[in-house]
């Protein structure tokens, strides 16, 4: 209830600071007009409150540096100067103190408080991924706070002029720089992809015009634009010369990224704690599908909310992760991403038996000839689709009906592998719309073992187990191979007797099966 009331505060609170405008006071104003980066503002701030509304994670305020809560501090202009300067140290670009860039950062520390805040909290999923690729086309890694005033670090942010993603391509320009887009994916909302792109395209209009302010004045209005304010200018080479012959909303664009790279490095003396990251960069893992999957497939058998899955893959236009050329993949926790390694071939049949099933034939009575039954228990946690699947429980034979209550630690996974069936079959059993069971819930089972009439023939003898390796690769640890490959690390010990589990090397072959 706290939080809720805080948020209906805050809310109102930033309203009122808007809509107020004492007359002795002079408000510093957004150096961008018109609105482009306010919808950014407005667009960043509703979707995460939209996260966070309906959880009870969502933070009090943390005082810092001793503030009182809510304190806004302010500093002189010789202050955020020399702050500026200190930062210069550090940079090839100009992070020049003026009036324009004083006034735009005075409006942020103010006004944008909320929304630096935000940013912070989803830097920690996306400024490490920035930082990699940024180093590796050798750019200034301040460069990442581009993302900050262009997106509101949201893949799917879409402006009014249709730009869209963390770096806000156009289509065309998307398309010139290698983003695909069709009916289920649109790359310039994949990070990796467009945060690659970008590198590449502010590569280039450095190179163009040999001054970081005039590339990005370029990467917001176009360089064609900025040609035109060059010539109209005499020919001047600086961003600061040239600005007033550029379009009003560019003319803001470099101030806003001054302010945000200000604000981003100078938070804690502002009394701006971030907000808490629901997930970093180290933490995701990356699994590339082999056939066209539905997100709720995933999301059925490894226990996985939909929304966050969607959350951490935002170039599907839909939830549907479609079978192309390259292969599509999944991203999320490791843990997660472990696990759908592990049951890869029960995601395939569960996705078949969700969306594909085949039509169940259904063999004629058993005549007196046909005296042999044999059972053939399922192996997997998806079993293929089989008469026993088909089966209503007033049909099911009395001898095979069972009961499970539910003990301290188990889940649906688990209850199936123990008898033998699928977790779709315990669903439908018990009529459970979603995986989640609670500890002494009693669970209607029916045998897994399927009767199948066949002529009595002579058993064939087992066939010799087949030896299965897999190779390690860097992060690799042993006990995270064993989960990949279902296995507890005692298990896989016992594979791979002569196998120090604590010194295994990049290269090295462990046998898993």
């Known amino acids: ?23 002795h006071l002079v408000r510093p104003s957004d150096s961008l007009d018109p609105d482009p980066f306010v919808n950014t503002v407005q667009q960043s701030l509703r979707l995460f409150y939209a996260d966070y509304a309906n959880s009870n994670k969502y933070d009090s305020i943390i005082t ?13 202009d010789s202050v955020i100067c020399a702050r500026l300067a200190k930062m210069n140290e550090l940079t090839p670009f100009q992070l020049d103190c003026n009036q324009a860039t004083l006034s735009t950062i005075k409006f942020f520390a103010a006004q944008r408080r909320g929304f630096i805040r935000v940013a912070l909290g989803r830097s920690a999923l996306y400024f490490d991924l920035f930082e990699e690729k940024l180093t590796e086309y050798g750019l200034p890694l301040e460069l990442r706070y581009l993302s900050v005033i262009e997106s509101g670090l949201r893949p799917q942010v879409k402006s009014r002029a249709g730009a869209l993603g963390l770096w806000q391509f156009m289509y065309k320009t998307g398309l010139y720089f290698g983003l695909e887009e069709n009916s289920y994916i649109d790359e310039r909302m994949d990070p990796e992809k467009a945060t690659d792109a970008a590198c590449r395209y502010l590569k280039q209009l450095y190179g163009i015009y040999g001054d970081w302010n005039l590339a990005l ?25 040239v600005r007033p012959f550029l379009p009003a909303e560019t003319q803001g664009y470099v101030p806003n990224f001054i302010a945000a790279a200000y604000m981003m490095t100078y938070h804690a003396e502002y009394n701006i704690i971030p907000m808490e990251a629901k997930i970093h960069n180290a933490q995701l893992d990356t699994m590339c599908i082999k056939s066209g999957v539905h997100m709720q497939t995933i999301s059925k058998l490894v226990d996985w909310d939909l929304a966050e899955i969607q959350s951490l893959n935002p170039v599907y236009k839909t939830t ?13 926790p490791m843990e997660k991403i ?24 259904v063999p004629p009575p058993s005549t007196p000839q046909d005296t042999t039954i044999q059972a053939h228990p399922q192996d997997s946690i998806i079993a293929s689709v089989s008469i026993a699947d088909t089966l209503s429980a007033g049909t099911q034979n009395a001898n095979n009906l069972q009961y499970h209550k539910v003990k301290s630690g188990e889940n649906l996974r688990q209850i199936a592998l123990r008898y033998g069936v699928s977790i779709e079959q315990l669903m439908e059993w018990n009529a459970l719309r979603t995986t989640n069971i609670y500890v002494g819930q009693k669970l209607t089972i029916y045998s897994g073992q399927q009767t199948v009439v ?18 390690v690769r860097p992060g690799d640890t042993f ?12 298990q896989l010990q016992k594979l791979n007797p002569g196998v120090r589990i604590n010194s295994i090397a990049i290269g090295q072959r462990i046998r898993v099966k």
């Open 338 to 361: 472990g696990l759908l390694v592990s049951f890869e071939d029960s995601l395939y049949s569960l996705e078949e038996a969700l969306y594909h099933p085949k039509p169940v034939v």
């Open 1 to 23: 209830m706290r939080n809720w009331i805080w948020l209906v505060v805050f809310w109102f609170t930033s309203n009122a600071l808007i809509a107020q405008k004492p007359p």
């Open 454 to 471: 066949q002529q009595q023939t002579t058993p064939a003898p087992p066939p010799p187990p087949v030896k299965k390796y897999y190779t």
């Open 217 to 241: 004045a370029a990467y917001n209005a176009g360089p064609g634009n900025v040609n035109n304010a060059i010539r109209r200018s005499g020919g001047k080479s600086t961003y600061w010369e």
């Open 64 to 76: 810092a540096l001793n503030y009182a809560p809510g304190q806004i501090p302010t500093f002189s």
């Open 479 to 490: 006990g995270r191979i064993a989960q990949r490959h279902n296995l507890t690390q005692a």
């Open 320 to 332: 549907f992760v479609p079978k192309m050329t390259p292969t599509r993949c999944i991203t999320g």
